[in-house]
């Protein structure tokens, strides 16, 4: 275990929040690798597709860390909007709600694209990218977009992390051979914080 990663674990353990930590991080520990880089790194802005209860533990994350982070996350299913309002995982009204999405269907290639349409210069100040949406079992799409139209706005690769979405994962490292990519190590579950 590197000592970065100890210390991420020790935090999380001493963390007045630790059981919300466990709720995120589930018993395979698939979020402890955005975790450690928000500790480690500090983005000041960090933009998530797919909204829900991750936003809102990020959120009081970012809170307890008290650098200044901030997260804004999009949601394009508005039953799954909804919801998080009326379950509080919108309890800072950073989840927003994106009507607008493009979905591209591409024969040529093994990819189908989704975009959460939104403005991208007010996220210009982005460093860091959490693609956990959209649900692929209604969209049929393997390929969030808006990485890539980020990189390409700001002429520079973001750190970014993704929720499973073997698609995505292999669009964005294989195909658009993108570095900065936060990797999910899936190792420091639940068992981890006892």
């Not at 970065?4 to 929040?17: A, C, G, H, V």
């Not at 959120?59 to 919801?83: P, R, T």
């Amino acid at each position: 275990m590197k000592v970065e990663e100890k210390n991420t674990l020790d935090f999380l353990k001493e963390s007045p929040n630790c059981n919300l930590y466990k709720g995120l991080l589930a018993h395979d520990g698939k979020y402890f690798s955005a975790i450690h880089h928000i500790i480690i790194n500090k983005p000041k802005l960090i933009l998530e597709y797919g909204g829900g209860h991750s936003t809102l533990i990020l959120s009081i994350l970012l809170g307890e860390l008290n650098y200044g982070g901030k997260i804004v996350s999009f949601e394009d299913n508005k039953e799954y909007y909804d919801y998080h309002n009326s379950n509080g995982s919108n309890k800072y009204n950073n989840i927003v709600y994106v009507e607008d999405t493009t979905i591209v269907r591409n024969k040529l290639t093994e990819y189908s694209t989704f975009t959460y349409v939104h403005e991208l210069e007010p996220y210009r100040d982005v460093e860091f990218i959490i693609l956990d949406g959209p649900d692929e079992r209604i969209t049929n799409t393997g390929v969030t977009l808006n990485l890539e139209l980020f990189v390409d706005y700001l002429g520079k690769e973001i750190p970014y992390f993704m929720d499973g979405r073997g698609g995505c994962v292999h669009y964005y490292k294989n195909v658009k051979k993108y570095k900065l990519e936060v990797e999910d190590v899936k190792k420091y579950g639940t068992h981890g914080l006892k």
